[in-house]
């Protein structure tokens, strides 16, 4: 009785198949390395949303930013301006050699009050914080949050780490836990996307690589 081909070449075949085995993980690991999304692809063209966004792009081409908020953040936690002046006033331990600073300036709901009232002094309290409802202050006119204006030097690769810089920041000038700091913005949906992306990646990988061993 004639043997079957994979029986006569088996030897041959897994040969070929451990020869090629660091191609795969190689081409597993630049895939990983490519994975950076951005979430202005992720928008229809006919979106109300996606005008917004390049009417933005267009009158402020440059300007990436990260809002920061955590559980009590309000117009008299002294946190808020505290950490707003450490990021844009790194102290020399925070500008090591060679790793460029991400954030360029901050703005704060307390300092959007304090500079409204100073270009129009005339304005009551109500008022100012009626024209400011919606921006910093949230409706309770109480409630805010920190804006960071990113460099260019937080863009593509270095989304992730500009994030756990921020992060860092926020717990030991703060105390806020990384649980607890809540952030928004542009770089911080394309990290998110480009996190689940690689554990959607490594799922596939594995499963691949147990059909193809099998």
């Known amino acids: 009785m004639n043997s ?48 917004d966004h390049h009417w933005f792009q267009e009158k402020f081409p440059h300007e990436q930013f990260v809002l920061v908020s955590w559980e009590g953040c309000t117009l008299d936690d002294p946190r808020l301006p505290f950490l707003a002046n450490e990021l844009i006033n790194p102290r020399p331990k925070e500008c090591e050699p060679g790793h460029p600073w991400y954030f360029r300036h901050a703005m704060t709901g ?19 914080f009626r024209r400011l409802e919606g921006t910093l202050l949230g409706k309770d ?50 990290v998110s996307i480009d996190v689940e992306g690689e554990r959607t990646i490594f799922r596939l990988a594995a499963l691949s690589a147990v059909v193809g061993l099998g």
């Open 141 to 190: 006119h109480y409630k805010t949050c920190l804006v960071v204006t990113l460099t260019d030097h937080a863009k593509g690769k270095n989304r992730r780490p500009m994030l756990v810089k921020l992060r860092d920041m926020a717990k030991e000038y703060c105390d806020v836990d990384a649980e607890e700091l809540r952030l928004g913005g542009p770089p911080v949906d394309n």
């Open 110 to 128: 307390e300092s959007l009050v304090r500079d409204m009232r100073d270009r129009d002094p005339n304005l009551t309290e109500a008022e100012v």
């Open 4 to 51: 079957s081909f994979f029986a006569r070449r088996s030897f041959l075949i897994l040969v070929v198949a451990v020869f090629f085995m660091p191609f795969l993980l190689r081409g597993t690991r630049l895939a990983l390395q490519s994975n950076r999304n951005d979430i202005k692809d992720w928008l229809p063209d006919g979106f109300e949303q996606t005008a």
